[in-house]
């Protein structure tokens, strides 16, 4: 089946109405939640997401478990999402409480980039904390690149459709998506980044077992703490997912 995957993060706009979102995810046809850890450097995230890090407070490691507990009993995986920069410091300690959270595994969209020279040993050491590292890749990346860092992870690889979420530039989805999954052969391959719509959905799951990553279309929602909206976008989502 094809994967439907949420992006939240933490905390915003408050604990209270993160926390009634979250609740009701737990209730929705979901299969993944990636839940952001709130930074002042968003650097890769598009101008709608990076303004839900503004202010907003990072979680405790209760809170974390919490979140975490919530998800998995309603059998859905949950992934952290967090820019290496924030950690590089204090890498261990970050992945030992990640880990203690029961999270799946973690994300982390600048280590590919930004740090691709040691990326391959931080990717050790989160397998080495057993957590899953879901690679991120975007089409600005060399073919090469995506290929190596496919052979050294284990879990699926989030493919951005465009280098940046929330942003309005022109591409060609098509040939984006068969370039990654000619690359990516026999991997779990979900798409992100430049889904604007329903329709864009569509088009992108039409004949492929292929799923898809939201996080820029939920946020009004969200920052409305509009449950009802939110509910019924996301079981359409699921529809279009179940029928293309």
């Not at 979102?21 to 650097?43: A, C, I, K």
């Not at 329709?199 to 279309?217: H, M, P, Q």
């Amino acid at each position: 089946m094809r994967k439907l995957i949420l992006y939240l993060t933490f905390n915003y706009p408050s604990p209270d109405t993160f926390t009634r979102f979250l609740d009701e995810v737990s209730r929705l046809p979901v299969d993944y939640v990636e839940l952001g850890l709130p930074t002042q450097n968003p650097v890769y995230d598009g101008p709608a997401i990076r303004q839900t890090h503004s202010g907003t407070r990072r979680p405790s490691a209760e809170e974390m478990s919490r979140a975490v507990k919530k998800l998995h009993g309603a059998g859905i995986r949950t992934y952290f999402l967090q820019y290496f920069r924030d950690i590089e410091g204090q890498r261990d300690t970050f992945l030992t409480t990640v880990n203690a959270s029961g999270a799946d595994g973690i994300l982390l969209p600048d280590l590919l980039i930004d740090f691709f020279q040691g990326a391959e040993g931080h990717i050790h050491a989160v397998h080495s904390h057993g957590l899953d590292f879901v690679p991120f890749f975007n089409p600005a990346m060399p073919d090469r690149t995506i290929s190596r860092f496919s052979s050294i992870t284990r879990s699926w690889a989030y493919c951005g459709l465009i280098p940046s979420t929330g942003i309005n530039v022109p591409y060609d989805q098509g040939a984006v998506v068969e370039r990654m999954l000619s690359l990516l052969r026999g991997r779990e391959v979900n798409f992100g980044f430049g889904l604007r719509s329903l329709e864009d959905v569509r088009k992108l799951v039409s004949g492929r077992d292929v799923g898809v990553a939201i996080g820029t279309a939920l946020i009004p929602y969200v920052r409305e703490g509009d449950l009802e909206g939110f509910r019924k976008f996301v079981t359409e989502l699921r529809g279009v997912l179940c029928d293309s």
